[in-house]
């Protein structure tokens, strides 16, 4: 499962194909009992985060929003030139370039972080070596009980007989 685990960050950081690591991860842990993806008692949660897409993601929608509110500005500039061609130092202008950026201006969305972290839970039970070595413990241990109960009902009758 750290093997796993250390592919989805690799993927993460180099920009490759984090669904298939994520995929191949996911089945690990949900097909074998007693995997835990945290490491140590003060781990982070979720303990899979994918920083990295995260960033790339952000930084594209910064980059798109820049260009997007670089045009509006162009076009306020244009549209208050128009409206008050004169004045002194553009005071007509700039109130005017203000209203107009403002209600035309570009609303950022934010990125939910919820779609780029993970935490995936084992099964209580899976059938793997570990799941029935768990099973034959417990008939084992119920047989152990059985027997020993047996025996001691056995003795206290006997000795009630006598």
């Known amino acids: 499962m750290v093997k796993l685990r250390a592919e989805v960050y690799a993927a993460d950081q180099a920009g490759g194909d984090v669904n298939k690591a994520l995929?191949?991860?996911r089945e690990y842990?949900?097909?074998h009992m007693n995997t835990n993806l945290s490491s140590g008692g003060n781990a982070?949660?979720?303990?899979i985060q994918l920083k990295y897409t995260y960033e790339r993601l952000l930084e594209a929608e910064q980059q798109t929003n820049a260009s997007s509110s670089s045009q509006i500005y162009t076009d306020a500039q244009n549209y208050c030139q128009a409206r008050?061609?004169?004045?002194f130092s553009g005071s007509g202008r700039i109130p005017c370039v203000?209203?107009?950026v403002t209600s035309r201006g570009v609303k950022t969305t934010p990125i939910p972080t919820g779609l780029y972290q993970?935490?995936?839970i084992s099964p209580t039970w899976s059938p793997d070596l570990a799941g029935w070595s768990t099973v034959l413990a417990g008939l084992a241990l119920g047989g152990f009980i059985y027997i020993f109960l047996l025996n001691w009902l056995t003795r206290r009758k006997v000795k009630e007989l006598l």
């Open 23 to 25: 995929n191949n991860l």
């Open 118 to 120: 993970f935490d995936f």
């Open 84 to 87: 008050f061609p004169a004045g």
């Open 44 to 47: 982070i949660k979720p303990p």
């Open 29 to 31: 842990v949900y097909g």
């Open 98 to 100: 203000q209203d107009y």
